[in-house]
């Protein structure tokens, strides 16, 4: 069996007038912020589309959708990740199993933590219960621990089918 396995991390401001979506879904975040970045800025699919990307050796998302390139502006990072996907199936990878932690002191996703998992696992077809999405917080510490932007940590398993 043939297996490859990815990390990736991402991190973007808090930014008030900018939408808070993580997972590829929409939260409210108690202080009316979002995250700012070229695309949506969710994260979170930022960091499992580095990790799918490194476990390749294909580059970063940096590499494959420069911020510099209006073609991105203001994309939804699903519609990237499926573009990341085509990569990954083109030479006949599939995805096993991902992991993630989103670190952020505010908003508590324990609630909304299922229907990311959901939304992930669809857009990587596999099923959900291969989906790990946990979340944590920095104890005040750093800047994500000043509420300053939120953290993403993404881990794959490819294997060659």
């Not at 199936?89 to 996703?109: C, F, H, M, S, Y």
């Not at 099923?127 to 300053?148: F, H, Q, S």
Request: aromatic residues 2%; glycine residues 14%; contains cysteine.
């Amino acid at each position: 069996m043939h297996l490859r396995i990815g990390n990736g991390y991402d991190i973007h401001r808090l930014v008030p007038g900018r939408p808070l979506i993580l997972g590829g879904i929409r939260l409210e975040h108690p202080d009316g912020l979002g995250l700012d970045g070229h695309s949506d800025a969710d994260v979170l699919i930022h960091a499992l589309m580095d990790a799918l990307l490194g476990a390749l050796s294909l580059g970063d998302i940096g590499q494959h959708f420069p911020p510099g390139d209006s073609r991105w502006k203001g994309s939804d990072s699903l519609d990237l990740l499926e573009k990341v996907m085509e990569l990954v199936g083109r030479d006949g990878w599939q995805v096993v199993n991902v992991d993630t932690v989103v670190i952020a002191e505010r908003p508590k996703l324990k609630g909304r933590i299922d229907a990311m998992r959901r939304t992930i696992a669809e857009a990587l077809g596999i099923p959900p219960d291969r989906v790990g999405v946990k979340a944590t917080t920095n104890e005040g510490l750093g800047p994500v621990g000043r509420e300053e932007g939120i953290a993403c940590h993404a881990v794959v398993l490819l294997q060659l089918s």
